[in-house]
């Protein structure tokens, strides 16, 4: 049994929150309450949440001996003992196999992109994050990759490139200001903890996220008036939701600049309330945009 804790503490459960970005395609095409299309990507979302978790352990098996020099990370399942190597390769095995396959039963295009997902991540683990911006490129890589997975298991009818790059940009913001603030609570044992950070200082990545933060701003600025979706043609009014995705990042700014919080966006998520709320809305306003409004050509 405590082994078995120990390989769900592995597979990061709070982080699954990460992988609702699949359901974009889904909200964004208009076809939230399609009972068949909900149902598929329901059943994406988990397998996607299988594959993620496979990263996860592989992950945590390469790191295994740097992962027992950090504060935080030493208490995990693998560098703590609670999780025996020999189960922990053995999920690997399964969980690949049942993505995989659960995957190509919807679509041959998902299971390419979990495909393709499991191995970037594992080029990551052993290569990628010990290169400079490559290491966050791949982050975000792995969160574009997430919401065309999506995409293509319903097959959406318009879908906005724009969301692509929102996504993207998106991702990359969390993926610097994790560094940031990994950087600041290592300190002098950031580069023993993780290789890459004899790369970055805080200037280099506050002016990252100073780049990140705007152009994310602009490029959901750009897809609530361009979005080609049938849903919003012919209406400005998605530019309503604006002021709540702004509040959203500037949120976390704060939260990481003033309250020294940030190393692990899911943590941040899943407590700060003011965080949350503003999301929320966000969310509620734009379904309610895009299904209980009538649209009109001309708006």
């Not at 978790?53 to 693998?78: F, G, M």
Request: glycine share 6%; charged share 15%.
């Amino acid at each position: 049994m405590r082994a078995l804790i120990g390989l769900l503490r592995t597979m990061r459960p709070k982080q699954w929150t990460k992988n609702g970005i699949i359901y974009a395609g889904l909200v964004f095409d208009g076809q939230l309450f399609v009972p068949s299309s909900f149902v598929r990507i329901s059943i994406a979302f988990v397998l996607l949440c299988l594959a993620a978790s496979t990263v996860y352990i592989i992950n945590d098996l390469v790191d295994i001996e740097r992962d027992r020099q950090h504060p935080k990370k030493r208490y995990r399942a693998l560098p703590s003992g609670q999780l025996p190597i020999p189960l922990a390769v053995g999920s690997v095995v399964a969980f690949v196999i049942v993505s995989v396959v659960g995957a190509w039963w919807l679509t041959p295009y998902y299971a390419l992109v979990l495909i393709i997902y499991i191995l970037i991540n594992i080029l990551y683990s052993f290569r990628l994050k010990h290169i400079v911006l490559l290491d966050v490129l791949t982050i975000t890589a792995g969160y574009v990759l997430r919401v065309a997975g999506g995409v293509f298991v319903i097959q959406v009818a318009k879908f906005s490139p724009w969301l692509y790059a929102v996504t993207a940009l998106l991702a990359l913001f969390l993926a610097i200001s994790k560094r940031r603030q990994e950087l600041i609570m290592l300190a002098g044992d950031a580069s023993s903890a993780r290789p890459i950070f004899k790369e970055y200082n805080l200037p280099l990545l506050d002016e990252m996220l100073r780049i990140v933060t705007t152009s994310t701003l602009i490029a959901y600025l750009l897809y609530t008036i361009e979005a080609p979706s049938r849903l919003l043609a012919g209406t400005n009014m998605a530019l309503i939701t604006v002021p709540f995705v702004m509040y959203a990042l500037f949120r976390y700014l704060y939260l990481i600049h003033v309250k020294g919080e940030g190393s692990a966006p899911d943590e941040v998520l899943l407590k700060d309330r003011p965080l949350q709320i503003s999301i929320f809305l966000w969310g509620i306003s734009f379904v309610v945009i895009l299904y209980l409004i009538p649209q009109t050509p001309g708006g």
